[in-house]
Every structure is written in structure tokens, then in C-alpha cells.
């Protein structure tokens, strides 16, 4: 929300509608949901390409000669092992090992970084970061309004950028990035995505998000490239696994809690915010595992939604985190944390109540859906 409460727009808002799109309030954004059908959409991204509107995310860029330092100490990561040109996937943590937030940093170069965090979180994170950068030589500064983001995904989507850049893209690893132009438009180009396919992000200035936008339908015609709104963003993510915050990631859960401990660097030199408290989350989870984020596939049409209890035998033993209709699968899926006893693929007897009817599901590993490389 801006200062008037008044949801912000992306400089491709009035391209949105002219478009058609469905609008909807996102964490305090006007965001398309869908442009026509969401079932479309979807299986553009999987078979073809699409090209999503992401300018609500949080770019918090920190320089100077102590940035590594500073994000070692505030992230959970080791992000001074990141070399120039590469990302990483790492989490913010409060003192007691709550999660605040996931985030991809960018090492730009040897002493700048780019920590794109969530929409909704970007304000949380941003405040974090400059409270934690006490005693830093380092700058933490609020980027949000410097930079619009496009993302194209899809097999197709290298093809289609390849048409408009000169970019080595075939030598660009998957979380890396590089600066390049593309279609005339000076961007930093990242191979990172949230569909579970190859794909690429594109970090603008604001005033070149239409032109580009254009420049990569265009481009896009005869590859199937279509315009893709917030709804199928959702399903994509859901069938690769993929956790949003919100659901599978709070501040009530540590990345140990999440199943995601790997995030977490007890190597790095140094302390880091949530250190001692992680030690313990660790610990305890060896001892005695916490629930276990699983996939769950209907064996009917009932859909599942977040909140809804994972029942066995007549007791609850977990609580459904998301859960869609699945285009790709035909079938609705759902991610749950369960009790470790439950967490195993296969497991008879697993069900989820939906609206006092225990619907039967199977128990998956997690993600529903690879990509064929």
C-alpha cells in the first residue's frame, strides 16, 4: 500500500488492462490475476512461454566495503562465498529463528548486492537489514521504485530472449545473472524463475518496462509466448514444489521446521542473526522430526485449501499449507506439513477433511512436477 493506502501500480499497469487482465489487491499492489483462462496460462508456461509482471517485488541493494559481512551477519547464508555474477537462495530469520522472510541475493560485483525479498515482506526485510547494518561500513538502500521485473518462462523462453539479446545466454547457469541489453533496454538478466521451469527474470528501470514488454510479445508470437497473471504463478509453483511465504515459510516455523535447513550456513565465520536459536532447531529436529512438508494428490475432484486439517485414522496429524487444481497433473494437488509418521510417500490411510468429509489422498515426495532437462 502506498502511504495513502491507496494500492500501488507497476509501470505496466495500464498495458494490464488494456489487455483485459482481472486486477487484484496483492500486498498492497494491483496485480493481474489472470488475462483470460488460468488453465491456459499455465500450460503456456510448461509446454510454450509466458510472461509475467513481477515489479511488485522488494530490490534492496547493499554497498560497501563490509556488504558481505553485513549480509553474513543478517541472512542465514553464506553469502560472502557468492561470487560476482551468481545468486543464491537464502532466508532472514528473527533472533529466534523464526523465518522472516526467503530471498534471492544477487553479488552484482565484489561489493555490491541485490536481496530481492517479497511484496509483502519487502518492508519487513528492508527495516531488518538497515537495523542489522549498525556497526557496518556498509549502505542498505531501498530500491523498490528503481526497478520494474518482467519474467519469461517456458521452454521456449531462451529462443524468444536470444531474438533480442546479444547476452551470452547459453553460458548463463541457472542462479546467475548478468547485465546486458535486451531489445535496446539496459538489464540486469537472471536465470531464476518460480514456475519450475528454465526461464528468466529481467530487473529494468521502470520507463523501459513497457517497451520491453512489447518487444518480448512480439518477439514471442510464433513461440506461443502469452501474457501470465498472478493465479497460474501460483499453480506452477505449487507443482514444483516451490514454498510461498505466507503458507509453507512464517515466522512461527525455522528453516528446520520447513525441511529446509540446507539454507542454513553453521560454517560461515562469524556470528549471524538466529545462530544459537538454529543450533537448537537442529538439534531438535534430528532428535525428534517435526512435521514434514509433503505432497498430497486427490484420488477425487474435492480441491484442498490452506488451513484445512491432514487427518489418518480419525485423528488430525497435519494442516494443508496450499492447494490447487493441478493442469498439468489433472488432479488436485496440496503441500501439508504432517506428523513424520505420515511423511512417508505411500503412506495408506492419509486423508484431508474438506468441510467434515475426510476425501482420500496419497502421500508424494515433493515436487509434483519435474522438468525434463
Known sequence: MSSTGEL???????????????????????????????????????????????????????????????????????????????????????????ILDDLIVYRLAETEYMVVANASNAQVVLDALVERSAGFDAEVRDDRDAYALLAVQGPESPGILKSLTDADLDGLKYYAGLPGTVAGVPALIARTGYTGEDGFELFVKPEHAVELWQALTKAGEGAGLVPCGLSCRDTLRLEAGMPLYGHELSTSLTPFDAGLGRVVKFEKEGDFVGREALREAAARAEQNPPRVLVGLVAEGRRVPRAGYAVVAGGEVIGEVTSGAPSPTLGKPLAMAYVDAAHATPGTPGVGVDIRGSHEPYEVVALPFYKRQK
Open 8 to 98: 500501488r501500480h507497476t509501470a505496466l499497469d495500464a498495458l494490464h488492462r488494456s489487455l483485459g487482465a482481472t486486477m487484484t489487491d496483492f500486498a498492497g499492489w494491483d496485480m493481474p490475476l489472470r488475462y483470460g483462462s488460468e488453465r491456459d496460462e499455465h500450460n503456456a508456461v510448461r509446454t510454450k512461454a509466458g510472461l509475467f509482471d513481477l515489479s511488485h517485488m522488494g530490490e534492496i541493494t547493499v554497498t560497501g566495503p563490509q556488504a558481505a559481512a553485513l549480509l553474513d551477519f543478517a541472512l542465514v547464508g553464506n553469502i560472502g562465498g557468492v561470487k560476482p555474477g551468481r545468486a543464491r537462495y537464502t532466508m532472514i530469520c528473527r533472533a529466534d529463528g523464526g
